[in-house]
C-alpha cells in the first residue's frame, strides 16, 4: 500500500490556474474511477472538494475540476483565490479494498 | 446535523492498548460506512480502516492489521477503534470519517475533529 505521488507544493498568483497531479498505478488510480480530492487548511479537518475523478459535492466552487488519463488523477484550480491556499490530498480505492491517499500538496498564493 | 465526535485519545506507552470512539448523530448511521483516517504530527493523511454500514465487512491498512480492529454499534450510533500493541509510529490524530452515500463505502464527506493519540514511554 504505497502511498500515492503528488508534488509536494505548487504555487500560482491570484487569477491562475495550478495543477495538482497524483500518480498511483493499475491497482489503484487506474483500476477503478473512485479517486477523490480533499483539501486541508492548517488546524482542520479535511474536507471533500471531488469525488469520482470529477464531481464536485454542492457547496464547492466550480474552479475546482478533476480528470484521470491512465495511472494518474489530476486536479485543476482554476481561477486561484487566497483562500484556496491549503494542502490538498487525493485518495483512490485499492483492488484490495483499501483506500490509499497520496503524500500531499501544499498550494501556496502568491 | 451531522455531527461526528472522537473521544479516547491520551498518552499511551509502547505496546499497551487504546480504544478511540465515535459518537455520531444528525443522520441514519446504520446506513453508513464508516472510516478512521489518521495524520501524524507535521505529515499527511493515511486511511486506517473502513466498516460497512452493517459490519459485514472491514478492511484495514497494512501498518495496522493485527493490531486495530474496528466496530461500529449501530444501536448506539457509536464507532470504535481498538488499538493493540502500540508503536511511536501510530502517534497521529485519528479522524473517523463517514462515507458519502447510503450503503457504500467511498469518499468521506464528513469528518470528526479528530482525537490525539500519542505512543511514549
Known amino acids: 500500500q504505497s502511498a500515492l505521488t503528488q508534488p509536494p507544493s505548487v504555487s500560482g498568483s491570484p487569477g491562475q490556474s495550478v495543477t495538482i497531479s497524483c500518480t498511483g498505478t493499475?491497482?489503484?488510480?487506474?483500476?477503478?474511477?473512485?479517486v477523490s480530492w480533499y483539501q486541508q487548511p492548517p488546524g482542520t479537518a479535511p474536507k471533500l472538494i471531488i469525488y469520482e475523478v470529477s464531481i464536485r459535492p454542492s457547496g464547492v466552487p466550480d474552479r475546482f475540476s478533476g480528470s484521470k488519463s491512465g495511472n494518474t488523477a489530476s486536479l485543476t484550480i482554476s481561477g486561484l483565490q487566497a483562500e484556496d491556499e491549503a494542502y490538498y490530498y487525493c485518495t483512490s480505492f485499492t483492488k484490495s479494498s483499501t483506500f490509499v491517499f497520496g503524500t500531499g500538496t501544499k498550494v501556496s498564493v502568491l | 446535523q451531522v455531527q461526528l465526535v472522537e473521544s479516547g485519545g491520551g498518552v499511551v506507552q509502547p505496546g499497551r492498548s487504546l480504544r478511540l470512539s465515535c459518537a455520531t448523530s444528525g443522520f441514519i448511521f446504520s446506513n453508513y460506512g464508516m472510516h478512521w483516517v489518521r495524520q501524524a504530527p507535521g505529515r499527511g493523511l493515511e486511511w486506517v480502516a473502513i466498516i460497512w454500514y452493517d459490519g459485514t465487512y472491514k478492511y484495514y491498512a497494512d501498518s495496522v492489521k493485527g493490531r486495530f480492529t474496528i466496530s461500529r454499534d449501530n444501536s448506539n450510533n457509536t464507532l470504535f477503534l481498538q488499538m493493540n500493541d502500540l508503536r511511536a509510529e501510530d502517534t497521529a490524530v485519528y479522524y473517523c470519517?463517514?462515507?458519502?452515500?447510503?450503503?457504500?463505502?467511498?469518499?468521506?464527506?464528513?469528518w470528526g475533529q479528530g482525537a490525539l493519540v500519542t505512543v511514549s514511554s
Open positions: 493499475s491497482r489503484d488510480v487506474g483500476f477503478y474511477n473512485r
Open positions: 470519517a463517514r462515507v458519502r452515500t447510503p450503503y457504500s463505502g467511498y469518499d468521506f464527506n464528513y
